[in-house]
């Protein structure tokens, strides 16, 4: 017995020896991991003066050893170091979202018991090694998302037989995919979307892997049809095609898979009829089949799904009616099925058996009345039922509906009142467009709080204007038959943008409080009774751009102060004014705005009035020669003026820089050798080369050797813009500062004093877009990081597409790339910034935001963006998404495409509404294109693009495409002039023309430039 106990007593002794060793060398390899990242402050935990190595940040130990390492998002920035696996336990290695560079770690062949590795969101390089195979045959979850892997995935990867995570999604892998991986048998996800492979088609063998049951394969530029061994994958629970060429029939068999939940084939070339008959998924939770070319009509089995939330069917070629069974489905919550050629009346129970919140059935030729049901259960937000032959009246359930945000019924048949209570109910309500019908009734004194945009034009409204609207911002009440005057107190409409109130019965004058209304841009008060001289303080509202005073009893003459204004359009015609009409209105630009006013007249022969007389030639040259002397005097007075200040403001701005020097302290976000003080030095004004209300921007050469060349946006604070320059630097900090990608400008640093801030951005040789397109490369804007006058003269076709790809690719990682999606908010050509061999950057995220959650939009608090490029919804809605980025990029294809500026469509219109009236009046496209690029070899591809263009800048968000969706149409646009000449697999010459087509309708063109 005592023999035993000793035995016992020196085993114990033993293990707590080899423990206690085992225990010291891993804290030792710990620590030289540690030094070879160069000691990263997150790991400040890690040194010798702690009790356990296996209480350090982000150590897992089991028994005492260490079998897992979670380092993810700590700013490591050096390889991965050998000795990691001799940590022999090592099972778990989570090091994503860092700066990892590299290659793919071929050390971690050595990890022979490692389980899980993800390594995603770094800045590997090159291509995955063909023996890769050689990683542990423990390997369950491998994660290489997120990274610049290029080339071919390998056949050998399907030799890890024991995965069931494989996550290759979001890389720039330009080879193929082997069929090999059908033979990972345990395999429950794959992710291989957003990757721009080679054309292929999806191996028949992925129908071999029985355990899948998350198929990601979106954007992967799959064409050809969808192997029916899909059909055998039992386990699917999401199949996700969307984005592709894929074309053909959807396999009868993948709508009988039992566990299938989510289905997205959306922004294909699939064709053909869904079988009625085979809808046996009874588990779908989400189908979205939009965007493709299906015909025939819905099958009424979709209304056996009892689980259904989505069922998304636009833009395709569906016909007949709409299932009455998908009206009693007690899950549905969001039915988008516009820009089809449904016929019949919408399901009558739709909305009484579900919480039904969104219902889009735009576009189509549904008649009848609407169901009675949609806000029964007290969530329904949009309806969306415009251009149809819907009749009757509205609802009245709802009336009591205070969830309903966005009311869309124009260009139907509608008639009678508005529901009783509505617009004291519904107080989320934002946007109402119910123009061109036969709607009545009066409105209410104050409308909702949250009202945006009012549009109900063409219609049989009657009574008062409105006297209260606080945050309305889009006002459209033309062709009714409102009486009364205009509500002399317009303080209260002070977000307002346009007003339309032409074609009514209003009479009295119009109020001085007009001045109040300080962002209106487009005012018709035209064929009214209007009375009295038009107000003087007009000419105060300086973004005014179309005003319509025509067909009315004004009287009096035309205020001076409407000459200083920059009116796109002007219309005074047919009332009673009289005298001299100004001199600065005096031009070709006016020749029928003041035709049918008999006492008026002009000095100019070229306007449609007749000429004023008795004026001397004597007092004319008086009054010349006063003014020529003036104009001397105070030219010469402003240039001293001038001299002064300049060398002012230089001493002012030396003595105020070698303050901020002292206590700046720097933040760099990649390796380089940048420090405070080189940088300091080369803030002067001879490396100035731009300015705006931002501050100032520097070229700086660091080293004569190395030649490095860095641009330096200087943000100096002042009393009145503190706190606004203080969160756009925080902003652009926050936002540069954690994304990576080869097509968004990169932010090296930041330094920060109490009296400016400093990025510092790598210098992008050749420019802005806009200065390229449109002949500034002599005047930089002010935002534009860099830029040298270089060649071409100008950009031809394949350099501008490849511009936009590129331009596409780094907002694409924005949207969808990040964990936090983001939103520019200030895309344009001058924000798109080109380096040495013309590769696009996106640029300056002043304006950016992070949005807390995918899909959501978030509040601002002000109007952001610049004009001709900002989304209708910009002017009247608080909540913006990356919709509105979108837009912008549309503008910008635009411009690529017709060579024109963003504002500059024609005298009436800026560049998206020119280009949409173009489309909408049928003319062809081709005229429309930038002479300088009018080649027949590119003329399909541009006329592509320009129809994709005007995809992006439809007024209604929803209809506008993701950036996915863009950055796939370009890239296989660019892949077609790169492949002339060569047969596409189907036969083909040129498999792009089908992918983007406008349909009809009034979705596209309202309000762009607002």
Known sequence: MAANSLLLLLLSLLISSFTTATSQTEQQILLQIKKDFNNPPSLSSWNTTSTSHCEWTGIQCTNGSVTGISLSDQNITYPIPHTICNLSNLAYLDLSWNYLPGSFPTSLYNCNNLQYLDISQNLFVGSIPSTINRLSNKLYHLSLSSNNFTGDIPSSIGQLSALQYLLLDNNLFNGTYPAELGNLLNLEHLWLASNPFLPSQIPAEFGSMSSLSFLWMASTNLHGSIPDTFGKLQNLVQLDLSMNSLSGRIPEGIWMLKKLERIYLYHNQLSGAI????????GLTQVDL???????????GFGKLQNLTLLSLYYNQLSGEIPAEIGLLPSLTNLKLFSNKLTGVLPPELGKHSNLWNLEVDDNSLSGELPQFLCSRGNFTSLVVFNNNFTG???????TCNTLNNLMVQNNNFYGQMPAGLWSTAVNLTTVIMHHNSFSGTLPEELPSNLTRLEIQVNRFSGNIPSAAQKLAVFK???????GTIPANLGSFSSLQILYLGGNKLSGEIPNSISSLRFLTQFNLSSNRLSGDIPANIGSLRVLNTLDLSDNQLTGSIPVSLGNMKLNILNLSSNDLSGEVPVQLQNQAYDYSFVSNPSLCSSNPQINIRICRGKSSGSVNLSTGLLILFIILGALFFIGAVVLGFFVLREYRKRKLNNDRKSWKMTSFHLGELNESNIAKGLTNENLIGSGGAGFVYKIVLGRRTGETIAVKRICNSRKMDSKLEKEFQAEVQILGSIRHANIVKLLCCISSPNSKLLVYEYMENGSLDAWLHSKRRTRGPLAVGGEPGQPETLDWPARLAIAVGAAKGLCYMHHGCSVPIVHRDVKASNILLDSEFNAKIADFGLARMLVKAGEPESVSVVAGSFGYMAPECGWSSKVNEKVDIFSFGVVLLELTTGREANHGDE????????????????????????KIRDPAYTDEIELVLRLGIICTGSVPEHRPSMKEVLQVLQRCERSFENRGSKSPEGGENDVAPLVGVKGGGGYGDDSCV
Do not use: R, Y
């Not at 009440?477 to 409102?482: D, G, K, Q, T």
């Not at 219109?909 to 280009?915: G, I, T």
């Not at 049928?922 to 002479?931: F, M």
């Open 393 to 399: 009246k509205l609802p009245s359930s709802l009336a």
């Open 908 to 931: 009436h219109s800026c560049l998206a509404d020119w280009a949409w009236k173009n489309f909408k009046e049928g003319g062809s496209l081709i005229n429309l294109i930038d002479e």
């Open 477 to 483: 009440a033309s062709e009714n038959l409102f009486n």
């Open 275 to 282: 079988s009625d008959t085979k809808v046996g998924a009874q």
């Open 290 to 300: 939009s965007m493709n070319n299906l015909t025939g009509s819905i099958p009424a």
